[in-house]
């Protein structure tokens, strides 16, 4: 048997093994018995970040943990659970009557790259008693728990806009909810999982982690196809890089909640006028650089302002030059780096920094760094940034005439997203709900299907080698919502 299809025999990823725990999070105790130092390690600084600013009395200590890793490039991403204990609180400077001691369950996500960890989620909510299936965190070779076999279920629910008032969302929903799956799916889809382990070198960290992943990606699927019976496009989902990831680490990893928040007030641009070309495509006039990728970070909003700025640059003083994501990453003390950030504050801050390095000269980590931004080196600076027209034939005239565009969409289905032209329900792809911060490049029709040609920054092994289609002309997940554009005089 060659060496790969021992090593997934032994995972039980071939057909004929054991199915997956139907709940992630259904894993025995015998499985987080022995913690590895990079877990504690990770688990111990999402609890100085919760610490952090509170008074020495009154800072918590970790009482149970558990774990789990998913590894891509450079970059481990640590999914943990944890129960944290805060102490009575006694001192009358701040407290008025002494309390109980508290218990915290906690779900963190810690991003570790290069040797630099950042807390990317902290949800904590109070609980009364301990949680099983959760262990103390004690290194391997110490006293064994006490903490017994179980599992915990930790959900959220997504709200719709407020303002979002006259869509209905429940009937649709319904159709996405997760169902139970059959014993023999999970089976049939090994082999298809075996597959994508293989084209996407993935690599897991036990059998547990496995045939968890391998759960996930048999609901993946079968989400998939029920986004694809109900897309009213040509787009076609199924299988991408993303297929292991649940649905909250796709949405803490690669997107950007921050894009709901109010955008700075920018100037709104002069009309170009609504006559626009039957179809526009930057890509083929050297206005567009190759498809970035933006890793485990939530830094879409850098990419789509410096895409934005590369066409503004080459339009106006005609070079085509890559700029650095990494200096607003660094630099930007307004949006939060993988966290994300607002186009609209990214504009400001190239101007008050004095402009953008290239990407040679400030190259991306993926994570944020201290500030190393160098004036003598920025090669493209900007006068001012605009806020562009919500009317798509507008917008489409003027990226004709001006060059690409930053927009922000709702990503709903991008996960699963292969080629085509995607028109999701509008229910399911609310432009109240936008998370997501690309880049029109152009427009045009496929077989008589309007739409728009969108740079990405997932890499070229996502969509149409880096590039999503959306439909054009019904405000498809929100695309005309948020447009802007640098200026360079």
Not at 478 to 488: D, F, K, L, P, R
Request: a neutral charge; hydrophobic letters at 40%.
């Amino acid at each position: 048997m060659a060496p790969w299809l021992q090593l997934l025999s032994l995972l039980g990823l071939l057909p004929g093994a054991a199915a997956a725990p139907a709940q992630p999070r259904a894993v025995s105790a015998e499985a987080w018995r022995q913690l590895s130092p990079e877990l504690l390690a990770s688990a111990r600084f999402a609890l100085e970040m919760f610490n952090r600013g509170r008074a020495a009395g009154t800072r918590v200590v970790l009482g149970a943990v558990r774990g789990r890793v998913r590894r891509a490039g450079q970059g481990s991403l640590y999914s943990l659970e944890a129960t944290l204990e805060e102490p009575p609180c006694n001192d009358p400077m701040v407290c008025q009557l002494p309390v109980s001691k508290k218990t915290l369950l906690c779900s963190f996500e810690v991003l570790d790259e290069l040797g630099k960890h950042v807390l990317l989620r902290k949800d904590c909510d109070p609980v009364d008693t301990k949680v099983p299936g959760l262990r103390e965190p004690k290194a391997a070779g110490e006293p064994k728990s006490a903490f017994t076999q179980g599992s915990v279920v930790i959900s959220s629910l997504s709200q719709p806009h407020p303002d979002n008032r006259n869509e209905t969302f429940s009937p649709v929903f319904s159709l996405l909810n997760e169902d139970p799956l059959p014993q023999d799916l999970t089976v049939k889809m090994a082999s298809i999982f075996r597959n994508f382990v293989i084209t996407y070198n993935r690599t897991y960290e036990s059998k547990e982690e496995a045939q968890w992943r391998l759960s996930i990606f048999v609901r993946n699927m079968v989400r998939a196809q029920k986004i694809q019976a109900l897309d009213r496009g040509t787009a076609e989902y199924g299988v991408t890089k993303f297929s292991d990831l649940t649905e909250e680490e796709f949405r803490t990893i690669y997107l950007n909640p921050l894009l709901r928040e109010e955008p700075g007030k920018m100037k709104q641009a002069k009309s170009v006028g609504d006559l626009a070309p039957p179809e526009w495509d930057w890509r083929s006039k050297g206005a567009v650089t190759k498809v970035k990728d933006q890793g485990m970070c939530g830094s879409c909003w850098a990419f789509s302002v410096t895409g934005n700025v590369e066409g503004q640059w080459f339009l106006n003083q005609g070079t085509l030059l890559s700029l650095s994501e990494q200096e607003l990453l660094d630099c930007d003390k307004i949006d939060k780096a993988c966290m994300g950030g607002l186009p609209s504050s990214a504009y400001s801050a190239i101007k008050n920094l004095g402009g953008l390095e290239t990407e040679d000269d400030y190259s991306y980590r993926g994570h944020m760094q201290a500030c190393n931004f160098s004036p003598e080196k920025a090669k493209v600076y900007i006068n001012d940034s605009v806020e562009l027209s919500q009317n798509e034939q507008k917008l489409a005239a003027w990226l004709a005439k001006r060059g690409p565009i930053s927009v922000a969409i709702n990503a709903f289905g991008m996960q699963f997203y292969r080629h085509g032209i995607s028109r999701p329900l509008r229910p399911l792809c609310s432009p109240w709900l936008i998370d997501h911060a690309v880049l029109l490049v152009g427009y045009g029709n496929r077989s008589d299907v309007p739409f728009w040609a969108i740079k990405n920054s997932w890499g070229t092994d996502w969509g149409e080698k880096g590039y999503y289609y959306l439909h054009r002309g019904s405000g498809a997940c929100g695309v005309n919502t948020m447009a802007s554009s640098a200026v360079v005089d």
